[in-house]
């Protein structure tokens, strides 16, 4: 079975529940207990890769990015009353099989959400990632402008700044799924700072890297 036919089969598991997560009530419990598993395996760093923007109600209206932030911050908030120590934060992860648009409006949610006047929603924030299938979506080098405005100190989202100090927003790259030699996205990823690599099995094929 060849890796394309694997990940056709890895992603229909994501479209039989993944309408089923992005409810309210589900999200909640859902994210509550995969958090439980992870303190009651004594793991109490969490870095949570999230796509934004698409919760809904009862309504079947999305909720506002920073309603959505409240509602994890509630869940966090609750799990640390058992766990002080518990320390949770969020790399939203854009889709790249979806496009630049996408791409864009998690970046924005970065910059709107590290930007709220609730310090406590604002460190919840990690950083950036993209993620899908690297032998048949884009490269990284096609949204690297994008990424690199965002990275900008001076960054400016509806009129407020991303703080994320001198090095701008951090990033934290999946590249290297492949054995592809002529794929390219474990050389940009650092070159745009990714602080890790997610997999990045392909390094093999660039020790130098």
């Not at 909720?63 to 959505?68: H, L, M, N, Q």
């Not at 939203?92 to 409006?105: E, R």
């Not at 994320?164 to 794929?183: I, S």
């Amino acid at each position: 079975m060849s890796s394309h036919n694997i990940w056709k089969h890895f992603e229909k598991k994501f479209g039989r529940v993944g309408e089923l997560g992005k409810f309210i009530p589900f999200f909640k419990e859902l994210l509550k207990s995969a958090l439980e598993r992870c303190i009651d395996q004594n793991v109490f760093i969490v870095e949570y890769r999230h796509i934004s923007g698409m919760l809904f109600g009862d309504d079947k209206k999305y909720v506002p990015f920073i309603e959505e932030l409240r509602i994890i911050r509630a869940v966090i908030d609750e799990l640390q009353v058992k766990t002080p120590h518990f320390e949770f934060r969020l790399i939203l992860t854009g889709l790249k099989i979806v496009g630049k648009k996408h791409i864009q409006k998690m970046l924005d949610h970065i910059a709107i959400g590290s930007n709220s006047d609730d310090k406590r929603l604002a460190e919840l924030i990690a950083g950036f990632d993209m993620v899908n299938e690297e032998d048949f979506t884009p490269e990284i080098a096609e949204f690297a402008e994008q990424i690199l405005t965002s990275k900008q100190v001076d960054n400016i989202v509806n009129d407020q700044c991303v703080p994320f100090g001198k090095d701008g927003l951090p990033v934290f790259f999946h590249a290297g799924e492949t054995h592809d030699r002529d794929c390219q996205n474990v050389h940009d990823a650092i070159l745009l700072g990714t602080k890790r690599i997610g997999h990045g099995f392909q390094l093999i094929l660039f020790p130098y890297l």
